[in-house]
């Protein structure tokens, strides 16, 4: 462009090469339970990151690849700048995510794959639907954070093929990939066979972790215990502990504290991605939750993502953030869930006996949301996770409440969810409610 005359010579110390262990970037975190941390990104490692992406996705010039994520944050620069440059395509950049113009960007772009994160794909599924909601030339969506009660229905509206969906962490180890295109895969992170036994499965276990707590359980030898077929475990990756090599953060010694020593024998070294996945008979992998979001409740654990997932299947509810709450007179956290009703429902028309009633024949009786807290709209980071900071923080105390959300709950032996009042709060803190 015309406008582009600058012809400044970059000075000479820009001019050098890259080490591959030099500091290229700082990458933050989302920030989604406290302030957002940098990540020293080295060369390496985004090299890596590049070349690797770009060809799990068979990138091509030709590619036209859409993003709306923030530039400053990992998921936009590993995801998508990175594998875009070793490619060779095309970025087609958004200025920022909203749903009335994601479509027609897409359109007048051509773009033919598409990045989400977070809840991303719910903020489309949730706009009225449009005649035009097929007509694009996006063949493949690709991020993470897809759930499950927002995959299938996103794809059939919009007529996408491919769900390509990742684990993957900036301040973590390994990744799984799961290039979904039928049922079989549906709403998993990744497939593990046999090959990737073989190559990965001494690197990478899924261990017995207590949620309270967040400490690994030990056998009576002192080592963890590695979790069976189908049971949600910490995921963690061995490190040489001559030499350990993981993530840290810029001038901060958070990442020590994610170390584990002497998991499954004297002297090794393992690092902790504060993350729970199960994996089935068939070597599926599903993510189940971040580890402080579980909780514990009546002796049981319970996954704030499963029962958001339920509560997203009830007609009357747009979104859904669930969190562990304390109770008075209680032992452990019980559940509590903020939500955003759906176009057209407020407290006067919604079904609070429906949604009791569904929820008791949908979870355990342990799983079900004891609290419900209407709120207006859900807070998120700048890459739409959720954020639960500032309600667990409030928990049920109805005079720590900021903005007109109101609190409903469902009693011990009730189906039906009630206004939840001071006087049931004194009630509870004087040991007369039960739940």
Request: glycine content about 8%; aromatic content about 10%.
């Amino acid at each position: 462009m015309s406008s582009l005359n600058d012809q400044t010579v970059l000075p000479v110390d820009r001019q050098k090469g890259w080490k591959p262990e030099e500091i290229k970037s700082l990458l933050y975190t989302s920030g989604t339970t406290g302030l957002p941390k940098a990540i020293i990104m080295s060369t390496g490692r985004e090299l890596t990151t590049g070349y690797l992406t770009a060809r799990y996705l068979k990138l091509k010039p030709s590619d036209r690849f859409y993003s709306c994520m923030p530039a400053l944050h990992g998921a936009f620069h590993g995801l998508c700048c990175l594998p875009s440059i070793h490619a060779g395509c095309t970025i087609v950049l958004s200025r920022k995510f909203s749903h009335q113009t994601f479509w027609p960007e897409i359109r007048e772009s051509r773009a033919n794959i598409v990045q989400y994160v977070g809840e991303l794909c719910r903020y489309l599924l949730n706009a009225p639907p449009s005649p035009l909601d097929k007509e694009h030339n996006v063949h493949m969506v690709w991020g993470n954070g897809m759930r499950p009660d927002v995959w299938e229905p996103f794809r059939a509206r919009f007529g996408i093929p491919v769900v390509n969906e990742l684990y993957a962490a900036t301040d973590g180890l390994g990744a799984t990939f799961s290039d979904n295109q039928g049922a079989f895969t549906q709403h998993t992170i990744g497939k593990r066979g046999l090959l990737w036994r073989l190559t990965f499965g001494r690197s990478e276990k899924r261990i017995k972790i207590d949620v309270d707590t967040e400490e690994i359980i030990r056998n009576d030898k002192g080592f963890a215990i590695e979790c069976d077929v189908n049971e949600p475990g910490e995921v963690i990756h061995k490190l040489d502990p001559a030499a350990p090599i993981y993530p840290t953060y810029y001038k901060n010694d958070a990442a020590l504290k994610r170390l584990l020593k002497d998991v499954f024998k004297k002297g090794d070294l393992w690092f902790r991605s504060g993350d729970m996945h199960r994996m089935d008979a068939d070597g599926r992998v599903y993510f189940v939750d971040r580890l402080g979001d579980t909780f514990r409740w009546k002796s049981e654990n319970v996954s704030t993502n499963e029962v958001a997932d339920i509560l997203g299947q009830w007609p009357q509810i747009a979104e859904a953030n669930v969190y562990g709450v304390s109770v008075p007179k209680a032992d452990g956290r019980c559940g509590c869930a903020a939500v955003v009703f759906s176009e057209g429902i407020t407290e006067a028309n919604a079904d609070f006996k429906g949604l009791g009633k569904y929820m008791l024949s949908s979870l355990p009786r342990y799983a079900v949301p004891i609290f419900l807290r209407i709120t207006p709209a859900l807070e998120y980071t700048g890459t739409l996770k959720i954020q639960k900071g500032r309600l667990k923080k409030e928990g049920i105390e109805l005079e720590k409440f900021t903005g007109n959300d109101r609190m409903y709950w469902l009693p011990a032996d009730a189906d039906e969810y009630r206004p939840f009042t001071q006087k049931d709060l004194e009630a509870l803190r004087a040991g007369t409610a039960r739940l």
